[in-house]
């Protein structure tokens, strides 16, 4: 009887507290919660990719079908702006060119540059950081002001490169002013500010263990085969991020040009006149927003395809101390 009269109440007591949690708001578990502050934190961020990333990239996809130039309805033409730019208009052509002259050049250069300043500036010498501090000093100077004083330096009378060329007698050439000379004059600039990725380089050759050296040095290495045996092979991960950064920044140049010249009209003979400058005048100075579009997505794919040759190459040459390129 009293097992029966038990069963009862624990029965009655069971769907007392059914009904209970029915009634009860169903609360978040705390997985949830964590997720719910998760995107509540990141919200700007999500916003302004949207509004501001997102939102005219797509629109500059479908404004490259079309005639858009601001002031007049958008009519969609297809390919037109594509075909234009192969078939009718030759500073397309010449812009291109430059831009891949600056990028063949640029690229090796400067990392090449940085490399070897980083192994002169990671010896064991007195004083030291003095000279790591003035090699890094023109990375962080602003763009427009170093512009102009390279302006001043290449000055063909007056410039002091000349002046320097004119103590060896070496005439100097025109710089600015001769289309031979205006690529190497702004190579030579970009070779000045290489203490950017020279402190890249610097942090990762102080990462490379001693004992590698010491081992080489027992059996009976040069300096060259360390060099190019375990410094380049160790460095050789922020070698290949500086490759690709580098080759990304160097299809965008566009302030050197358009501050260098006048009125950003390409130089003289057009020899200035990169990629970016000619669409930067198609956008802005005629308003031809459909052909700068369409401009701006053929780069992307240009920049897109030579990334993926690159990530696919890095796997033969860049070693990971993980191993398996990995």
């Given amino acids: 009887m009293k097992s029966y009269d038990s069963t009862i109440a624990q029965n009655e007591a069971n769907s007392m507290g059914k009904e209970k ?13 964590d997720n719910l502050f998760g ?9 302004g990719f949207l ?39 030759d500073l397309f052509k010449t812009s291109l060119w430059n831009t891949i002259y600056y990028v063949l050049f640029s690229v090796p250069l400067t990392t090449a540059g ?38 001043q ?17 070496i005439e100097g050439p025109a ?36 004992q590698m050296y010491e081992a080489a040095d027992l059996d009976g290495a040069s300096s060259f085969q360390k060099f190019f045996h375990i410094t380049l092979p160790m460095i050789s991960p922020i070698i290949f991020f500086d490759v690709i950064t580098s080759t990304i920044g160097s299809f965008q140049i ?30 802005f100075e005629i308003f031809d927003m459909g052909y700068a579009s369409a ?7 240009i920049v897109m395809v030579l990334t993926v040759i690159n990530l696919t190459l890095g796997k033969k040459w860049v070693h990971y101390e993980g191993g398996d390129n990995k």
């Fill in 114 to 151: 940085a490399i070897l300043l980083a192994v002169l500036l990671n010896q064991r010498v007195k004083g030291m950081k003095f000279f790591r501090t003035v090699y890094y000093l023109p990375a962080i100077l602003s763009g427009v002001a170093v512009y102009f004083l390279w302006m």
């Fill in 295 to 301: 401009m701006a997505w053929l780069l992307f794919l």
């Fill in 21 to 33: 949690a029915k009634s009860e708001p169903k609360r978040l578990s705390r997985k949830a919660k």
């Fill in 254 to 283: 566009f302030q050197e040009a358009y501050v260098m010249t006048e009125n950003g009209d390409g130089g003289p003979g057009n020899s200035l006149l990169f990629y970016n400058l000619h669409m930067w005048n198609n956008a």
């Fill in 175 to 210: 710089w600015l002013f001769d289309p031979e000379w205006t690529k190497p004059a702004l190579l030579l600039m970009k070779m000045w500010s290489v203490g950017g990725g020279m402190l890249l380089y610097l942090a990762s050759l102080q990462g490379v263990s001693a």
């Fill in 51 to 89: 509004g501001l990333t997102l939102g005219p990239l797509l629109f500059s996809l479908f404004a490259s079908f079309t005639d858009y130039n601001i002031t007049s309805r958008m009519n969609f033409i297809g390919l037109d702006n594509f075909k234009r730019m192969f078939t009718i208009d």
């Fill in 39 to 47: 995107y509540l934190f990141i919200s700007p961020w999500i916003i």
């Fill in 153 to 169: 330096l290449l000055s063909p009378s007056t410039g002091l490169v000349n002046t320097f060329l004119a103590w060896f007698d």
